[in-house]
């Protein structure tokens, strides 16, 4: 059976384009910083997620080679995007945010023409089923950090969320739902911004794989994150 392709939840494949082998992500994982100062050991410093390219190899059929070339055009136009799209295979149950990196065709050859596309895929990472939990005990089953979004009914005028280590204060909070969006790094009260409201000794933080325990002074809500897989 075919294999299927969707960007933003539409299959582009299929009729004259035939998805034939979807590569594995390459060079998957951390990169880790090291600092070296003379006469000292090299040290950790820190790490981050790398990017990683996605390879497809497609086939294009046309009855003539102006057929093909038409179809490619076609074809070429529903992977052309200003930003990342969702980027979505059948044989498997995440999917990625990428943009179409390169669109290489091959020669027109016993009426179809070979082609190889490939995604970047800049946040390193798979996405996987999006979840909602009341704020506490959390078991997070992603391998990989995630921000989450925190809705909240204040019960006063102050209100503070933790994870045991860091914490998001919030002072002279009026009425209606506190939205706290960790990964774009907002606070709305009622949709108005309220991020003056935020202390300065505040940090942000999401979910981290395994066990995390979230606590909530001031209120009571959810919290909502997708999960991230490496």
Not at 142 to 163: H, M, Q
């Amino acid at each position: 059976m075919e294999a299927l392709l969707k960007i933003n939840d539409v299959n582009v494949v299929g009729g004259q384009v035939v998805l034939e082998k979807v590569y594995p992500p390459e060079e998957i994982g951390l990169t880790n910083r090291w600092a070296s100062l003379e006469g000292l050991p090299t040290r950790f410093v820190s790490d981050y997620i790398k990017p990683y390219m996605r390879r497809v190899q497609l086939r294009i059929f046309g009855k003539t080679k102006a057929d093909a070339i038409r179809t490619r055009r076609e074809f070429v136009g529903k992977l052309m995007s200003d930003d990342l799209v969702k980027v979505q295979f059948r044989h498997e149950d995440t999917y990625e945010m990428a943009k179409m990196e390169s669109f290489t065709t091959a020669d027109w050859q016993a009426g179809a023409t070979g082609v190889e596309v490939v995604f970047m895929c800049p946040y390193g990472v798979s996405f996987g089923a999006e979840k909602t939990a009341s704020i506490g005990a959390i078991t997070y089953a992603g391998t990989a950090d995630t921000p989450v979004i925190f809705t909240i009914t204040p019960s006063g005028t102050n209100l503070t969320v933790s994870n045991g280590k860091q914490s998001l204060n919030l002072t002279g909070l009026g009425t209606g739902p506190v939205v706290i969006d960790t990964g774009k790094r907002t606070i709305t009260q009622d949709g108005v911004n309220i991020r003056s409201r935020l202390s300065i000794s505040s940090r942000y933080f999401g979910l981290v794989p395994g066990a995390n325990d979230f606590s909530i002074t001031g209120g009571e809500g959810t919290v909502r994150w997708t999960e991230r897989w490496i």
